[in-house]
């Protein structure tokens, strides 16, 4: 008996995790190096004591119950526990309980095995806050690059947009004054030249509005995302249905980042996915913003995972996440793409978003 106590003693002080044997009364029968290092005492100390008497009397009990729901139970129980070591340093240790069973079939003791992943939690911990520092860096990215689109909109639409208009009217202006004698060639080349000055006026207009649309700072998210839909439809002939429902004032961070998700979403439809048809959702309800963009174009291959189309999925879901919202994205080759974004909003409870 003594020899076979011995072997179970040497292939348990070969396991470098803490190991140990109980009977079915939670009495320790066998417990390896390891343990015993972890709780500071003996083998004489632990062997025929219950865990109430060797850890705290806290994580005792803990023990006790686990053991308990093992033995009722016969089935194995797996469980992460925090507790403090013997340099008073807060520990992680991932923890697993089996029942032993006897000839019978009957459950006639416990063994565990106990690994300590301080070094993983920590690492894990590491590795949550550097995303949370990277999304916030994002976040902040976002903000600072919407800011300048803002600027360069304005001026766009200010400066360069007034003084092409000056220079129309003055185009204009020398046309009147032409007398009857003016030759053919002046004045078509006048007539070019308003031509330029008018195609020019669109440009800058359209370019102005790409970068930041008035609408979505005066009139609001449902008005710029019609404005938006509209422009898609003229520029790529796709065919928009819209279901814009009510949602009431939002924050200009919440109204940007969702003009924007549909604004990539609306190009994926018409540049990669090569839709005619697409239908775009606003709705509020709950204190959560909902937007759904669902086209019938090509869909996604997924062995393009990596294509550049993958880069402005990922920077819609961001714009989601750095909200505490989601985005799903849910497509098949052939068979259409639906991008569905639900963020939440405190101002929409309760009303479904109108006020």
């Known amino acids: 008996m003594d020899t076979y106590v011995d072997l179970q003693r040497a292939i348990l002080n070969n396991i470098p995790d803490q190991a140990w044997l109980k009977d079915v009364g939670s009495r320790y029968v066998l417990v390896n190096d390891a343990f015993m290092a972890a709780c500071g005492r003996s083998e004489a100390e632990i062997l025929g004591s219950t865990p109430d008497k060797v850890w705290s009397e806290e994580w005792g009990q803990v023990y006790l119950d686990t053991d308990k729901a093992v033995v009722a139970s016969g089935i194995r129980r797996r469980y992460e526990e925090c507790r403090h070591g013997q340099d008073g340093s807060l520990r992680w240790f991932d923890t697993i309980k089996m029942p032993i069973r006897g ?14 992943i301080t070094d993983r939690k920590r690492s894990e911990q590491e590795l949550l806050e550097s995303r949370a520092q990277l999304r916030e860096l994002s976040a902040y990215l976002q903000s600072v690059r919407e800011a300048e689109r803002t600027r360069i909109s304005r001026e766009l639409h200010d400066e360069l947009g007034q003084s092409l208009t000056a220079l129309r009217l003055g185009l204009s202006f020398i046309e009147a004054q032409q007398g009857p004698d003016a030759g053919d060639a002046c004045r078509k080349h006048l007539q070019m030249l308003k031509q330029i000055a008018d ?10 509005a790409d970068l930041r649309p008035p ?6 998210l449902t008005a710029a995302i019609e404005w938006l839909a509209e ?35 609306l190009t994926n439809a018409c540049r990669h996915g090569r839709a005619d048809r697409v239908r775009v959702e606003l709705s509020a309800a709950g ?12 869909g996604i291959d997924a062995s393009r995972a990596g294509h550049r189309r993958s880069l402005g999925l990922l920077g819609m879901r961001e714009r989601a996440l750095m909200l505490g919202g989601k985005l799903a994205v849910t497509s098949e080759k052939g068979g259409g793409t639906r991008v569905e974004a639900q963020i939440p ?4 409870a309760g009303n479904g978003g109108a006020r």
């Open 345 to 348: 909003n405190a101002g929409t």
């Open 199 to 208: 195609s020019t006026v669109d440009a800058v207009q359209r370019i102005a």
């Open 215 to 220: 609408l979505l700072d005066e009139l609001g």
């Open 231 to 265: 422009s898609f439809s003229e520029r790529g002939g796709i065919a928009c249905e819209l279901a814009l429902q009510p949602v009431g004032e939002l924050s200009a961070e919440l109204s940007t980042a969702v003009f924007r998700i549909a604004q990539e979403a």
């Open 287 to 298: 204190g959560t913003l909902r937007l759904v963009v669902a086209d019938n174009g090509r």
């Open 103 to 116: 000839q019978d079939g009957a459950v006639v003791g416990t063994v565990g095995i106990s690994r300590d």
